[in-house]
């Protein structure tokens, strides 16, 4: 071959990732800003599972979706929110359920500090709540920063009540004190980073101001309790049925001199589930049944009720069948499942530029560079991974180039480093084919989790084409 032949040939057969920026048209560019923006919003009303599950309830009926509850079947989409905590929509296809959906599943759950059922306390005249944290957190990140409170409690009476403070500019914030560097050397600077830092030490600082005079006992706890007492009408028994999530006080912002990238807490995994939202609500009367799942309690591995170890799914999938006049017998639910191709829309962690050591630089995802299909998650030689096959992942590229969707590969760090998993294994036990599908992150798990911008507008494409794809 000539000098010219070798180089077409490159171009023909070497694969090079694309930069999502270079092949945006300046019409897309302004539908970037726009997505970024309903997601920055999305993110701060959607901080814990519960407000994640009340706005897409909200956008899913205001784009005419119908509780499956309801009576009545006119529109062909519905939705179900299950205790409160995750939540499933679906849009009727033209070929019957059993034929099998497109499905797309996220979790809407993040790391953060879960307070305890008996959290308050005092200690040398202040005011604490006792936590345990949920999920994978650097426990150093959750210290010396603002933090905001959210909570369901459950009253003696039986009544709920919601309340969300730090989050209003006008509201108090909460915070985990840190020890001065000048005393930290024995207890934390000279220790391994895991156990410079314990769990039982992330106490969220909540007053110093005391009920009463010197005599009262307990008057800093008691300061606390009148707080709740005289607002919410709440008892310290109440705690005790209570799920109150403490989460980073801060807003979604923008990232960068260009504002081409988003910072904020919880985007693992609401970035795709922002995604896989915005994609559904725009399909209208696909070839193939379109579904989204947001599942709860991922990030402490999909167990309990509103995870995706639940039978949430076939329940939700064999009252469609029945509400559709199809045929609701186990047999055919087990058929509708089986035939499904379902993407597992979660992230995966960005190269970063200064720990590059951690990744393997070919396999590695990058921010930028589109919608990232991970074959397999898992750690210690893929393990505890469903691996997608090569007939699913070709598929999957087919969908993707057709649309001219901008995509990379990316594994989970090196061999050997470390790991991860997601719920891809979770539903592929009904035999569907599911891999993995979703942007990469910078600082993930992080409180302040970074995104591209680009990305988003990809994912949210790449999305929307699997739900169009037949
Ligand atoms: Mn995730
Ligand atoms: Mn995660």
Same mark, same amino acid.
């Given at each position: ?9 490159k171009k023909r057969t070497v694969r090079k990732p694309k ?142 009540? @919601?309340?969300?403070? #730090? ?8 915070? $985990? +004190? !840190? %020890? *001065? ?121 999909? @167990?309990?009720?509103? #995870? ?8 939700? $999938? +064999? !009252? %469609? *069948? ?40 070919r ?34 590229r ?9 995509w990379q590969t ?61």
């Amino acid at each position: 071959m000539n000098k010219k032949q070798i180089e077409d040939f490159k171009k023909r057969t070497v694969r090079k990732p694309k930069l999502v920026w270079d092949v945006l048209t300046n019409k897309e560019n302004i539908q970037v800003d726009q997505l970024a923006d309903d997601y920055k919003f999305y993110l701060d009303q959607a901080k814990t599972e519960r407000e994640a599950v009340a706005v897409t309830t909200k956008k899913a009926e205001a784009s005419g979706f119908e509780n499956i509850e309801d009576s009545g079947n006119s529109s062909g989409k519905y939705y179900r929110v299950f205790r409160n905590k995750c939540i499933a929509l679906a849009v009727v296809g033209k070929n019957p359920l059993s034929a099998g959906a497109r499905i797309i599943a996220a979790h809407i759950d993040s790391p953060r500090l879960d307070l305890k059922q008996n959290p308050l306390y005092q200690e040398v005249d202040l005011a604490f709540f006792k936590t345990h944290y949920y999920g994978g957190i650097r426990k150093y990140q959750w210290m010396a920063t603002p933090l905001a409170l959210h909570g369901k409690i459950i009253k003696a009476d039986g009544s709920s009540m @919601d309340f969300v403070i #730090g989050e209003d500019e006008t509201d108090p914030v909460f915070t $985990v +004190s !840190d %020890l *001065l560097p000048h005393l930290a050397a024995k207890v934390q600077s000279e220790k391994k980073l895991s156990e410079a830092f314990e769990g039982e030490k992330l106490n969220v600082l909540i007053g110093s101001h005391p009920l009463g005079g010197e005599e009262v006992e307990d008057r800093f706890k008691l300061s606390v309790l009148q707080f709740f007492y005289e607002k919410y009408g709440l008892v310290e028994e109440d705690f005790t049925c209570a799920e109150i999530e403490v989460v980073p006080a801060a807003k979604a912002r923008d990232i960068g001199l260009d504002r081409s990238m988003i910072g904020a807490y919880g985007q693992d995994d609401r970035i795709c589930a922002f995604s896989a939202l915005h994609a559904i609500l725009g399909i209208d009367k696909p070839e193939s049944w379109a579904m989204a799942f947001f599942f709860d309690k991922e990030e402490i591995g999909s @167990d309990g009720n509103t #995870g995706a170890k639940s039978h949430f799914v076939e329940n939700f $999938v +064999s !009252d %469609l *069948l029945a509400k559709t006049g199809e045929d609701d017998t186990d047999r055919n639910l087990r058929r509708a499942l089986l035939n499904s191709m379902a993407i597992s829309a979660d992230v995966n962690g960005a190269l970063d530029p200064d720990y590059q050591e951690v990744h393997e630089k070919r396999n590695a995802a990058r921010l930028g560079y589109g919608v990232c299909i991970t074959k397999f998650s898992g750690s210690g030689g893929k393990y505890g991974s469903s691996d997608a096959g090569a007939e699913y992942l070709g598929t999957i590229r087919k969908i993707f180039n057709d649309n001219h969707i901008v995509w990379q590969t990316g594994e989970l760090g090196k061999v050997d480093e470390g790991g991860g998993g997601t719920i891809a294994k979770f539903l592929a036990v009904y035999g569907m084919e599911i891999v993995d599908c979703g942007p990469a992150l910078l600082s993930m798990h992080s409180p302040f989790e970074i995104s591209s911008k680009a990305d988003l507008f990809m994912v949210c494409k790449a999305y929307r084409a699997f739900f169009s794809t037949e």
